[in-house]
């Protein structure tokens, strides 16, 4: 692959057999990782409107880098209309001007190219053969919050003992606003220049109470990706490789 910084074989085991040395010295009874990027970012998603194109490749790298075999990974899913509109905002945080995608180009792609969530999952019950896999909707995460943080901790932790850390950083999300703004001035002076004040748009219009979400979608669209995920979720239901959390409804 054609990308900087280019890192060998030899070189990427190198500095992980260094990370996982020093972590496997206190012989710990689980190590609990997270990577979001592990099959890609939001960039393989949105200039191509699939979901990770180059992830089989990434996800076996990253499989093969494990001293010891994977016992569980555990992935959250997420609506269509919702996930590609949250990585095209992620998407504008670290652009630059040369491979900047037009929000119509990325809508377009996502709507002919039908992304799939079971696909994603099968690659990784492929590559780590002895993982079990537990997923979980984005959109149930509040109400399965604990259940999601107990399955990462194993049976031997007390949650309840857990205290929230506490975030005095946090990084302000663009909102809609923010975006629109930012479009209208990459259309105006083009993208090198308008991109220059992605950050400062971002403060000045955060997600919040004043100013809502990003949602690139007609309501025929957001619709037709909620019923692909809704479709999706039937077969990811169906798999016996993956275990689906869910809400108890009465």
Known sequence: MDWDPKITDTELRNLTGAFFDEIIEDAPKRIVLSDENMAGHCG??????????????????????????VNEVHLGVRNYADFFASAYVEYLRSVTGQWFVAEPVMRKQVLENMPSWHNVLKSVVTLFPEAKLVVWKYEDFRALDTHVLSNLCGPDIDISKLKKPKDGNKRPTASGRAVAELLQRIHKDGAEVALQERMTLQERYPRGAEFGSYDPWTSNERAHLTRMYERDLVDIRANPDIALLEIEHA
């Open 44 to 69: 393989h998603c949105v200039k191509r409107g699939v979901l990770y194109r180059w992830r089989r490749r990434l996800i076996e790298v990253f499989s093969a880098q494990f001293p010891h075999p």
